[in-house]
């Protein structure tokens, strides 16, 4: 299989590279120190000039495949630049390539009328608004989305909406304008087709933010992660995506593509971890015993080690995204679920390890080390839990062998 890069892609590596670092790494504690100063809850004024320059060099919307609305790359070309962007954790946002965003983007894109696509689709292919996603709930198993509670009655020409849900990305922002919400419509129905999908906007009465959601302690401002609650909520029944009984046939088109673009972010998160970790080995100042902390215990083994699965995971990840391309999402089901296991596990394990030769103060704000663990273990829950993604997997294993 060759995994050798067009020159369009390869251009585009450089470009992305050299804004990243002539822009945005240095940005990073402005950033941090804009929505501290702005009551976390803000639109930092960094972001929006770094989006305007990003936009401004054609450097905007570079996913989107199988569309004319994007850069026109497919999942494999886009892959590489989305590990760029993972290097740093301000990096997709600026390209206008961040969750969940691109995801909704993807299904209004796909399954939205025009009405839809003017008037929310535009606006965030404009980076002008932000959007949320509404799956996850408090009050059942959520690792099975079957058990969905959360409903949509059709009165007259509008659906009624109650229930709740949390970890609601991206609604914390106060440029979220949209979200999407998954709920039950046809109880009745078979339980895969009982769900559908429906624009809610954010100033809907009835709606409201119950709490933001803290991640180890992060309150990930001012993305965050809202717990909402939907009282008697009503919005036009042409709010409803694609059809009644068709929210998991959406759910499986939009996670695919979200599902390689959080992993190979991960990747590039992993690899600053790498590179943290062998500067800190090598650093003259940090001699113990007499001798580098690479060469103490087992630390040329953690490094090989980490080298050894980064490598692995991305290929892995490059793989699913091929299969994505050439068969499509429902085929390569086992492949994303595989890459959805291995590479955030992976990433957590190097970021772990160059945790531990940093001691104390990798686990400190001098270094992002800790905010990038706690991310990297909240992405083994986030579209859907490790052990959900190792079932699939299993039973295409063992598909293979169970006669028809």
């Known amino acids: 299989m060759d995994f050798e890069y067009s020159q369009k892609v390869k251009d585009l590596q450089e470009k992305v590279t050299n804004f990243m670092n002539e822009n945005v790494y240095e940005n990073e504690d402005v950033y941090k120190n804009e929505v501290e100063e702005g009551g976390r809850w803000c639109i930092p004024e960094i ?72 008037e929310w689709l535009q606006p965030l292919l404009d980076g002008k608004i932000r959007s949320a996603f509404g799956m996850t709930e408090p009050g059942t198993a959520s690792s099975d989305a079957t058990n969905m509670q959360a409903t949509a009655v059709l009165d007259g020409d509008e659906y009624v909406i109650n229930g709740e849900k949390w970890w609601t990305s991206g609604a914390g922002d106060p440029r979220c304008k949209i979200i999407i919400f998954m709920c039950v419509t046809n109880p009745d129905n078979p339980k895969h087709q009982r769900h559908s999908m429906i624009l809610v906007p954010m100033e809907t009465e009835g709606l409201e933010i119950e709490k933001m959601m803290h991640v180890f302690g992060y309150d990930d401002a001012p993305h965050g992660h809202a717990h909402m609650k939907f009282n008697n909520v009503r919005v036009p029944k042409d709010n409803l995506l694609l059809g009644e009984g068709r929210g998991f046939e959406i759910a499986q088109g939009r996670l695919g593509p979200g599902r390689i673009h959080h992993c190979m972010r991960a990747i590039g998160s992993a690899e600053i971890a790498l590179e943290l970790m062998c500067k800190r080995g090598i650093d003259p100042s940090k001699v113990a ?58 990433a957590l394990k190097i970021i772990d390890r160059a945790i531990q030769i940093h001691g104390g103060e990798g686990v400190s704000q001098l270094t992002p080390l800790a905010s990038m663990y706690a991310h990297m273990r909240t992405l083994r829950l986030a579209d859907g839990p490790d052990e959900v993604h190792r079932r699939a997997v299993a039973r295409h294993e063992l598909g293979k062998y169970i006669a028809e």
């Open 47 to 118: 972001m929006e000039t770094l989006k305007a320059k990003a936009k401004s060099e054609s450097l905007w919307n570079l996913f989107l495949p199988e569309s004319n609305l994007g850069a026109g790359l497919t999942n494999t070309e886009y892959a590489p630049l989305c590990e760029i962007m993972g290097r740093s954790p301000i990096g997709a946002e600026i390209f206008n390539c961040s969750a969940p965003d691109t995801g909704n983007m993807e299904v209004i894109a796909r399954y939205g009328n025009e009405k839809h696509q003017d």
């Open 289 to 346: 015993f007499g001798k580098n902390l690479a060469n103490l215990g087992a630390n040329y083994d953690y490094i090989a080690e980490s080298r050894i699965e980064l490598n692995a995971a991305r290929l892995l990840t490059l793989d699913a995204a091929v299969k994505m391309d050439t068969v499509g999402n429902k085929i390569a089901a086992s492949e994303i679920a595989q890459i959805k296991v291995f590479a955030p596990n992976v």
